[in-house]
């Protein structure tokens, strides 16, 4: 971003930035940055709070009008308000169909297919109160997220509407259109909509029938004889501390 | 000159709440947690876990020899656009290759479902930006303070990067990017990372 900011500034264009890593900007001194305590992710801070946006934006805004240049950087006093996070002893108020850790892909695939229903009804809700969904990036539709996943996980490829988009790539952006599916169903249940990112990665890899999926079309990526079916799922994104699997 | 300031907006610098402790080993129900508005968040590096902190830190970063500073009109009088680098295009734009330095163009216009995010990183939160698309796209923020007479206006033309991409990816295109900015009348950009 500080990057950005000073080839912009170079072309004639006055910039204001707000940045996530302090010691980023310490580094590269764009012109005007205001640094910001919130977690990654999050630059303005807080969903769903206008006033505190409001806040955030105009403090940056307000950069440009400090006469002191070539370069100033400045903390934002405010802290966001906290999120649920592991530590709080949070646990998801569905009641997910049982899944075993390991078994047979049968009964895992068809949990993953009645767990993706269950989701959609809180998906549903969430999509008509916000009136939007970050979830379709893939390019397929809802109904066919799943069937993509356990096609790859029966060892086949999967059919896609173009090959516009290289197929690893495809696979990750189905599987986050998963992920954005449950974690939008989850934050539209009462009282969920402060539950922190590493929260909800641990409920998603550890307690679904998803999360078991992704796990073992990892898991048997690296057993493919087929080189292109390895190269897919061995790219699946999964984050460091819970590759290992439930 | 090198200018570092604290935020004036509570009188209070952000480092004055290093006593305290990060929110997930406070004591007490989530509830009360959550009401608390004075946790310490974790985009500080020293919170973030030992993998994360060592990428983040040990990330090169561009070092300048000049120092571009570009003055302008009150800010009631400009017109502001977004640029983020949260890897954001339409639903029906092309999904953003990794490490890519090329961008998407965001008419004003755009309504707030039509606006998804391929920038898939492990590493940051999504649950702000799928709940509320000004977390990190604050274009209704822009057009509320347009309204006020805060800024002048909105621009007709907001942009995306994909994020993880070094800077030295982006200079490419910055030259037309800011022709483009020129003619849509912008004077300020919100850079906004994720």
Same mark, same amino acid.
């Given at each position: 971003?500080?990057?950005?900011?000073?080839?912009?500034?170079?072309?004639?264009?006055?910039?204001?930035?707000?940045?996530?890593?302090?010691? =980023?900007?310490?580094?590269?001194?764009?012109?005007?940055?205001?640094?910001?305590?919130?977690?990654?992710?999050?630059?303005?801070?807080?969903?769903?709070?206008?006033?505190?946006?409001?806040?955030?934006?105009?403090?940056?805004?307000?950069?440009?009008?400090?006469?002191?240049?070539?370069?100033?950087?400045?903390?934002?006093?405010?802290?966001?308000?906290?999120?649920?996070?592991?530590?709080?002893?949070?646990?998801?108020?569905?009641?997910?169909?049982?899944?075993?850790?390991?078994?047979?892909?049968?009964?895992? #695939?068809?949990?993953?297919?009645?767990?993706?229903?269950?989701?959609?009804?809180?998906?549903?809700?969430?999509?008509?109160?916000? /009136?939007? #969904?970050?979830?379709?990036?893939?390019?397929?539709?809802?109904?066919?997220?799943?069937?993509?996943?356990?096609?790859?996980?029966?060892?086949?490829?999967?059919?896609?509407?173009?090959?516009?988009?290289?197929?690893?790539?495809?696979? *990750?952006?189905?599987?986050?259109?998963?992920?954005?599916?449950?974690?939008?169903?989850?934050?539209?249940?009462? /009282?969920?909509?402060?539950?922190?990112?590493?929260?909800?990665?641990?409920?998603?890899? #550890?307690?679904?029938?998803?999360?078991?999926?992704?796990?073992?079309?990892?898991?048997?990526?690296? *057993?493919?004889?087929?080189?292109?079916?390895?190269?897919?799922?061995?790219?699946?994104?999964?984050?460091?501390?819970?590759?290992?699997?439930? | 000159?090198?200018?570092?300031?604290?935020?004036?907006?509570?009188?209070?610098?952000?480092?004055?709440?290093?006593?305290?402790?990060?929110?997930?080993?406070?004591?007490?129900?989530?509830?009360?947690?959550?009401?608390?508005?004075?946790?310490?968040?974790?985009?500080?590096?020293?919170?973030?876990?030992? /993998?994360?902190?060592?990428?983040?830190?040990?990330?090169?970063?561009?070092?300048?020899?000049?120092?571009?500073?570009?003055?302008?009109? %009150?800010?009631?009088?400009?017109?502001?656009?977004?640029? %983020?680098?949260?890897?954001? =295009?339409?639903?029906?734009?092309?999904?953003?290759?990794?490490?890519?330095?090329?961008?998407?163009?965001?008419?004003?216009?755009?309504?707030?479902?039509?606006?998804?995010?391929?920038?898939?990183?492990? *590493?940051?939160?999504?649950?702000?930006?799928?709940?509320?698309? *000004?977390?990190?796209?604050?274009?209704?923020?822009?057009?509320?303070?347009?309204?006020?007479?805060?800024?002048?206006?909105?621009?007709?033309?907001?942009?995306?990067?994909?994020?993880?991409?070094?800077?030295?990816?982006?200079?490419?295109?910055?030259?037309?990017?800011?022709?483009?900015?020129?003619?849509?009348?912008?004077?300020?950009?919100?850079?906004?990372?994720?």
């Amino acid at each position: 971003m500080g990057g950005l900011a000073h080839y912009l500034e170079h072309a004639g264009i006055p910039t204001t930035s707000i940045s996530l890593i302090r010691e =980023h900007s310490e580094r590269m001194r764009p012109p005007r940055t205001l640094w910001v305590p919130f977690e990654l992710g999050r630059p303005l801070g807080v969903p769903n709070d206008a006033a505190f946006q409001r806040a955030v934006v105009l403090a940056a805004l307000q950069l440009l009008e400090v006469e002191d240049g070539p370069v100033v950087l400045q903390d934002y006093a405010v802290e966001a308000p906290a999120v649920i996070t592991s530590a709080d002893g949070w646990a998801c108020p569905l009641n997910l169909p049982p899944v075993e850790a390991a078994g047979e892909i049968g009964p895992l #695939t068809t949990a993953f297919q009645q767990e993706m229903q269950q989701m959609r009804s809180w998906y549903d809700l969430a999509v008509s109160r916000r /009136g939007s #969904t970050t979830v379709g990036a893939s390019g397929l539709h809802i109904e066919a997220l799943a069937d993509f996943i356990c096609t790859l996980l029966a060892g086949r490829i999967p059919q896609v509407p173009t090959a516009e988009i290289p197929l690893v790539r495809r696979v *990750n952006l189905v599987a986050d259109d998963i992920r954005a599916l449950y974690a939008e169903a989850l934050t539209a249940q009462p /009282g969920q909509d402060v539950v922190g990112a590493d929260q909800l990665a641990d409920w998603f890899y #550890t307690e679904t029938a998803a999360g078991r999926v992704f796990h073992a079309l990892r898991a048997a990526g690296s *057993n493919r004889e087929d080189a292109e079916l390895q190269a897919i799922t061995g790219s699946l994104a999964v984050p460091a501390r819970l590759a290992s699997g439930a | 000159m090198w200018l570092c300031t604290s935020a004036v907006r509570s009188g209070v610098r952000a480092d004055a709440f290093s006593g305290m402790l990060p929110h997930r080993w406070a004591a007490g129900s989530a509830s009360h947690q959550v009401q608390d508005q004075r946790k310490i968040s974790m985009a500080r590096l020293q919170d973030l876990p030992e /993998g994360m902190r060592s990428y983040l830190t040990d990330l090169p970063c561009p070092v300048f020899a000049t120092q571009p500073w570009v003055r302008g009109p %009150s800010l009631r009088d400009r017109k502001v656009a977004i640029i %983020s680098t949260a890897g954001l =295009h339409r639903r029906t734009d092309r999904p953003f290759a990794s490490g890519a330095g090329d961008y998407r163009i965001i008419p004003g216009d755009t309504a707030r479902g039509d606006l998804v995010m391929t920038h898939l990183s492990q *590493n940051f939160d999504r649950t702000g930006f799928q709940q509320d698309w *000004n977390v990190a796209f604050p274009l209704d923020r822009l057009r509320e303070l347009a309204a006020e007479g805060k800024i002048g206006g909105v621009a007709d033309y907001h942009y995306s990067f994909m994020g993880a991409t070094g800077p030295e990816q982006m200079q490419a295109v910055t030259g037309e990017l800011a022709r483009l900015l020129h003619g849509d009348a912008v004077d300020a950009v919100l850079l906004v990372p994720i």
